[in-house]
């Protein structure tokens, strides 16, 4: 029996020696596999050290271990895969991948991903990959090439920057290109957080290509549609690149569309942006019509940073109105050119040059198809003015050298104005005579100079006569020189008392003889060119103080002080009589009555005509301001200061030496604000102190030596209000007001005990008025009236309406009038514009993406190098 034993213990051991040794020859001969043709660290190399005393080490399948973990791993050794189940991760590298339920093929290096699944096998939990740049990739399920490092994923959420995209099949060929089929890219914030399961919008594609480089990357789609709230719309482009990078980018300028029905519907503004550069970057836009108008508008905007800014525009286009063939058919052509120049400050303090050109062809603006000169009004235009304009600034120099050029066009008359060039040269404020004491006193010491010179060249001619023989025959060349002295003092501690002297000097290159041509019953006047100049001189002196009065109230009265301050002031003014012969500046023909009739031979010039008849005039100027304190519990101090009048001004003259109607109009103007400083009030009187008489069956009037009449020659009332809701209540922080809260969309509302929504709805309303009246000579004058208003309403936080229009009281029509709202809708706007009747009645529909990352590929406002931020 003892000799069994031993013989099945030996046995048993034997048997555990030979299970061991299998198991190590097994376990030796997994680690010892290799690809056929590669080398591992277990390969035998050579049984000899090689010469260089190096040591070839075989290069491992993979660059780094593959680390897994999760809450079940099974192992298939035969098949070479690992199984893992709950809260699975893969880590290699710079990659990993959370799942529900992960596998992995060691034989093709392939991992397989899926979802947490719920008891109908639907999948609540997403598998994530997340790169090397920390971005992370919702999906469905996918297969991932650890080795290759491709992968194919269905149903995959990329996140890119400040958007996200969502493909029925992405396929990734590398790090830096993905390929993406029947895919959704939307910028929708609550979408991207997951607060919400539906984007506001999305651009659908059934092509994208990802292509991500270090800092930069783009999307390049096939052709897209745009989905608002899931409905499809007839936004589709052929093809979209999308560049997301911090830089400025190509893209496309999206247009607004619409209908006029002088012209059809339109697209307005569509185009493309292109920056060159760093300091360039060009815009090409076109307004197309389908009635056969259209636009074309190239800009260019240039920057370098703190030296100067600027951009050249034009509008080249042609209108077509009617229909062919039909008495009402017509085209014509416009265009403009502007061109805009600013000089930084600190570039150069002593010289700067500006620009701001805008030459249009003379029916621009009643032709255009550029609809943004409807809604900002450029089509009341009559005039339209260019200018440049170079300054020179001197260190040690007490002068300021001034150079312009510029164009006006009437559009009215058809006639453009040129100055071409104009300089003046400016001497600063100078003192006569030095101090004695380093503290000026007396009318010696306080002596001042002003001067300065001004050259101008200047013609009137019409568009067709630009630049031709015919304008620079027209052309008239003038120099006028400004001398003025003035001094003032205290007299008798109460009164300041000054004087004055103003010297003028003119000369120029044309002069003006006037006669009357019996045979066409018309006044002929012949522009000569001879230099012609002439010097005039006038005197002042005036008398100026202040007075002062208030009237106190008792303890019981709500008005505590009324204060007056009165500023009267007396001049008198001489200058002598340049009409007379011995100046020669007036001359004289035989009107068709026969009588002699004065005319200046500067008249219609550029340098003015010298003032005929002696002045010695008495003037007088009373000025007024009215205050009153009021109590006040709000304010601080107890006591409220109310205007009644800030200004409130009587002028006029009497002059010694006329001959006739020595009295001259009485001027009353005033000015005041009203309502905590919001009503402003603007008034200006002209009273006629002589009898106008009117003989029968004429409307104009005589005005004889009758003094006392007094009658209204003019009055004008302007009237401005800005109301708003912060007038007419406190702003209330509904969140402190009301407990409950809640929220649709990105829209938030405050609920009070009866559940009714509250939120904040302000508005503002700007009232102009202007009345005027004007009769002068004139039997029954003439009136104008008009109410303007232009305001805002905020329906609900996103929810916008805005608008402006004109009502003539005089002839009871409505003057230009525009409607329009706009919606904040979340990631992207929506803005309408109406203009409903007039002349250039139109609509105006817009769509616009926000999203910074698409500011530059689809371009939703004017965007230049002076609006880096500006919001798509």
Same mark, same amino acid.
């Given at each position: 029996?003892?000799?069994?034993?031993?013989?099945?213990?030996?046995?048993?051991?034997?048997?555990?020696?030979?299970?061991?040794?299998?198991?190590?020859?097994?376990?030796?001969?997994?680690?010892?596999?290799?690809?056929?043709?590669?080398?591992?660290?277990?390969?035998?190399?050579?049984?000899?050290?090689?010469?260089?005393?190096?040591?070839?080490?075989?290069?491992?399948?993979?660059?780094?271990?593959?680390?897994?973990?999760?809450?079940?791993?099974?192992?298939?050794?035969?098949?070479?895969?690992?199984?893992?189940?709950?809260?699975?991760?893969?880590?290699?590298?710079?990659?990993?991948?959370?799942?529900?339920?992960?596998?992995?093929?060691?034989?093709?290096?392939?991992?397989?991903?899926?979802?947490?699944?719920?008891?109908?096998?639907?999948?609540?939990?997403?598998?994530?990959?997340?790169?090397?740049?920390?971005?992370?990739?919702?999906?469905?399920?996918?297969?991932?090439?650890?080795?290759?490092?491709?992968?194919?994923?269905?149903?995959?959420?990329?996140?890119?920057?400040?958007?996200?995209?969502?493909?029925?099949?992405?396929?990734?060929?590398?790090? $830096?290109?993905? !390929? =993406?089929?029947?895919?959704?890219?939307?910028?929708?914030? /609550?979408?991207?957080?997951?607060?919400?399961?539906?984007?506001?919008?999305?651009?659908?594609?059934?092509?994208?290509?990802?292509?991500?480089?270090?800092?930069? %990357?783009?999307?390049?789609?096939?052709?897209?549609?745009?989905? !608002?709230?899931?409905?499809?719309?007839?936004?589709?482009?052929?093809?979209?690149?999308?560049?997301?990078?911090?830089?400025?980018?190509?893209?496309?300028?999206?247009?607004?569309?619409?209908?006029?029905?002088?012209?059809?519907?339109?697209?307005?503004?569509?185009?493309?942006?292109?920056?060159?550069?760093?300091?360039?970057?060009?815009?090409?836009?076109?307004?197309?019509?389908?009635?056969?108008?259209?636009?074309?508008?190239?800009?260019?905007?240039?920057?370098?940073?703190?030296?100067?800014?600027?951009?050249?525009?034009?509008?080249?286009?042609?209108?077509?109105?009617?229909?062919?063939?039909?008495?009402?058919?017509?085209?014509?052509?416009?265009?403009?050119?502007?061109?805009?120049?600013?000089?930084?400050?600190?570039?150069?303090?002593?010289?700067?040059?500006?620009?701001?050109?805008?030459?249009? %062809?003379?029916?621009?603006?009643?032709?255009?198809?550029?609809?943004?000169?409807?809604?900002?009004?450029?089509?009341?235009?009559?005039?339209?003015? @260019?200018?440049?304009?170079?300054?020179?600034?001197?260190?040690?120099?007490?002068?300021?050298?001034?150079?312009?050029?510029?164009?006006?066009?009437?559009?009215?008359?058809?006639? $453009?104005?040129?100055?071409?060039?104009?300089?003046?040269?400016?001497?600063?404020?100078?003192?006569?005579?030095?101090?004695?004491?380093?503290?000026?006193?007396?009318?010696?010491?306080?002596?001042?100079?002003?001067?300065?010179?001004?050259?101008?060249?200047?013609? @009137?001619?019409?568009?067709?006569?630009?630049?031709?023989?015919?304008?620079?025959?027209?052309?008239?060349?003038?120099?006028?020189?400004?001398?003025?002295?003035?001094?003032?003092?205290?007299?008798?501690?109460?009164?300041?008392?000054?004087?004055?002297?103003?010297?003028?000097?003119?000369?120029?290159?044309?002069?003006?003889?006037?006669?009357?041509?019996?045979?066409?019953?018309?006044?002929?006047?012949?522009?000569?060119?001879?230099?012609?100049?002439?010097?005039?001189? %006038?005197?002042?002196?005036?008398?100026?103080?202040?007075?002062?009065?208030?009237?106190?109230?008792?303890?019981?009265?709500?008005?505590?002080?009324?204060?007056?301050?009165?500023?009267? @002031?007396?001049?008198?003014?001489?200058?002598?009589?340049?009409?007379?012969?011995?100046?020669?500046?007036?001359?004289?023909?035989?009107?068709?009555?026969?009588?002699?009739?004065?005319?200046?031979?500067?008249?219609?010039?550029?340098?003015? $005509?010298?003032?005929?008849?002696?002045?010695?005039?008495?003037?007088?100027?009373?000025?007024?301001?009215?205050?009153?304190?009021?109590?006040?519990?709000?304010?601080?101090?107890?006591?409220?200061?109310?205007?009644?009048?800030?200004?409130?001004?009587?002028?006029?003259?009497?002059?010694?030496?006329?001959?006739?109607?020595?009295?001259?109009?009485?001027?009353?103007?005033?000015q005041t604000s009203l309502f905590n400083n919001k009503l402003s009030v603007n008034t200006q009187l002209a009273i006629e102190p002589y009898k106008i008489l009117f003989l029968p069956g004429q409307d104009t009037g005589i005005r004889t030596e009758d003094f006392g009449s007094f009658s209204v020659q003019g009055l004008s009332v302007q009237l401005s209000y800005p109301l708003s809701s912060e007038l007419f209540g406190e702003k209330v922080d509904y969140s402190k007001k009301y407990s409950k809260?809640?929220?649709?969309?990105?829209?938030?509302? /405050?609920?009070?005990?009866?559940?009714?929504?509250?939120?904040?709805? %302000?508005?503002?309303?700007?009232?102009?008025?202007?009345?005027?009246?004007?009769?002068?000579?004139?039997?029954?004058?003439?009136?104008?009236? @008009?109410?303007?208003?232009?305001?805002?309403?905020?329906?609900?936080?996103?929810?916008?309406?805005?608008?402006?229009?004109?009502?003539? =009281?005089?002839?009871?029509?409505?003057?230009?009038?525009?409607?329009?709202?706009?919606?904040?809708?979340?990631?992207?706007?929506?803005?309408?514009?109406?203009?409903?009747?007039?002349?250039?009645?139109?609509?105006?529909?817009?769509?616009?993406?926000?999203?910074?990352?698409? $500011?530059?590929?689809?371009? /939703?406002?004017?965007?230049?190098?002076?609006?880096?931020?500006?919001?798509?």
């Amino acid at each position: 029996m003892g000799l069994n034993y031993i013989k099945l213990k030996l046995d048993k051991t034997v048997f555990k020696n030979i299970l061991q040794i299998l198991i190590i020859l097994i376990f030796n001969s997994f680690l010892a596999q290799q690809t056929p043709g590669k080398l591992t660290q277990n390969t035998v190399i050579n049984d000899t050290i090689p010469k260089k005393d190096t040591i070839i080490a075989g290069k491992e399948s993979l660059a780094d271990v593959l680390r897994t973990k999760a809450d079940d791993i099974r192992r298939d050794v035969p098949k070479r895969m690992i199984y893992l189940n709950k809260n699975a991760q893969v880590k290699y590298q710079d990659m990993q991948i959370d799942a529900d339920y992960i596998s992995i093929n060691e034989t093709t290096n392939m991992i397989f991903a899926r979802g947490k699944l719920d008891s109908l096998g639907k999948k609540i939990v997403e598998p994530v990959l997340t790169d090397q740049a920390g971005k992370k990739y919702e999906t469905n399920e996918f297969n991932y090439n650890y080795k290759t490092r491709q992968a194919i994923a269905y149903n995959a959420r990329t996140e890119e920057n400040q958007g996200v995209i969502i493909a029925v099949k992405t396929k990734k060929y590398n790090d $830096s290109m993905y !390929i =993406m089929r029947r895919a959704d890219f939307t910028t929708d914030d /609550y979408f991207i957080k997951k607060k919400d399961t539906a984007a506001d919008y999305k651009l659908r594609a059934s092509h994208i290509k990802l292509i991500k480089g270090k800092n930069t %990357s783009s999307l390049i789609t096939g052709p897209v549609q745009m989905f !608002i709230e899931e409905v499809p719309t007839p936004l589709v482009m052929p093809f979209a690149i999308l560049p997301f990078s911090q830089k400025r980018s190509a893209g496309i300028l999206i247009p607004s569309f619409g209908e006029r029905p002088d012209v059809g519907f339109f697209f307005n503004g569509i185009g493309y942006y292109q920056p060159i550069g760093d300091h360039f970057d060009l815009k090409i836009l076109a307004d197309i019509y389908t009635k056969g108008s259209y636009n074309l508008r190239p800009e260019m905007n240039y920057v370098k940073k703190y030296r100067y800014s600027g951009n050249f525009s034009a509008d080249i286009g042609t209108t077509v109105r009617g229909i062919r063939g039909l008495d009402n058919y017509t085209k014509s052509g416009t265009y403009r050119i502007a061109w805009r120049h600013t000089q930084d400050t600190k570039a150069n303090p002593f010289l700067t040059f500006s620009a701001s050109v805008d030459v249009v %062809s003379t029916k621009f603006y009643n032709n255009t198809i550029n609809n943004n000169y409807i809604f900002n009004q450029n089509v009341l235009n009559t005039q339209q003015n @260019s200018t440049l304009t170079l300054t020179k600034r001197f260190l040690k120099l007490p002068i300021t050298i001034t150079g312009t050029a510029s164009y006006s066009q009437n559009f009215a008359t058809g006639l $453009s104005d040129l100055r071409l060039p104009q300089m003046n040269v400016a001497i600063n404020q100078f003192y006569l005579f030095g101090s004695k004491t380093g503290t000026r006193s007396g009318l010696i010491e306080n002596i001042t100079v002003n001067t300065g010179i001004n050259l101008t060249n200047f013609v @009137s001619t019409n568009e067709g006569e630009l630049f031709t023989k015919a304008m620079w025959d027209k052309l008239q060349t003038g120099v006028k020189n400004n001398i003025g002295i003035a001094t003032n003092t205290t007299v008798a501690k109460y009164f300041t008392f000054s004087l004055g002297a103003n010297i003028d000097n003119a000369l120029t290159t044309k002069t003006l003889s006037r006669r009357y041509d019996p045979i066409a019953n018309i006044v002929v006047d012949k522009v000569n060119n001879k230099i012609g100049g002439y010097s005039t001189f %006038s005197t002042t002196a005036s008398l100026q103080t202040m007075l002062y009065g208030q009237a106190n109230f008792g303890k019981n009265s709500p008005i505590e002080a009324i204060r007056h301050m009165v500023s009267p @002031s007396i001049g008198f003014t001489y200058s002598p009589d340049f009409g007379a012969a011995g100046f020669g500046y007036f001359k004289d023909y035989n009107d068709a009555n026969g009588a002699l009739t004065l005319y200046s031979i500067f008249d219609k010039g550029i340098v003015g $005509s010298p003032a005929r008849g002696t002045v010695g005039a008495l003037g007088y100027n009373i000025g007024n301001n009215i205050e009153m304190k009021v109590k006040s519990k709000s304010d601080s101090t107890g006591v409220k200061k109310l205007k009644i009048f800030e200004s409130l001004n009587i002028a006029g003259n009497y002059n010694f030496a006329a001959e006739s109607h020595p009295f001259s109009v009485i001027t009353v103007s005033g000015q005041t604000s009203l309502f905590n400083n919001k009503l402003s009030v603007n008034t200006q009187l002209a009273i006629e102190p002589y009898k106008i008489l009117f003989l029968p069956g004429q409307d104009t009037g005589i005005r004889t030596e009758d003094f006392g009449s007094f009658s209204v020659q003019g009055l004008s009332v302007q009237l401005s209000y800005p109301l708003s809701s912060e007038l007419f209540g406190e702003k209330v922080d509904y969140s402190k007001k009301y407990s409950k809260k809640g929220e649709v969309r990105n829209e938030n509302y /405050y609920f009070d005990d009866d559940n009714y929504a509250h939120f904040d709805q %302000s508005w503002t309303l700007n009232v102009n008025a202007n009345y005027a009246y004007s009769k002068t000579l004139s039997r029954f004058g003439s009136t104008i009236a @008009s109410i303007g208003l232009d305001g805002s309403l905020k329906l609900t936080p996103y929810w916008n309406i805005n608008g402006s229009t004109h009502y003539d =009281m005089v002839t009871k029509d409505l003057a230009y009038t525009r409607i329009g709202f706009s919606r904040d809708q979340r990631s992207f706007s929506i803005n309408f514009n109406w203009v409903p009747f007039g002349q250039y009645k139109v609509y105006d529909f817009f769509i616009g993406i926000k999203a910074n990352i698409l $500011s530059d590929a689809l371009k /939703y406002k004017d965007r230049s190098f002076t609006q880096p931020n500006a919001p798509f």
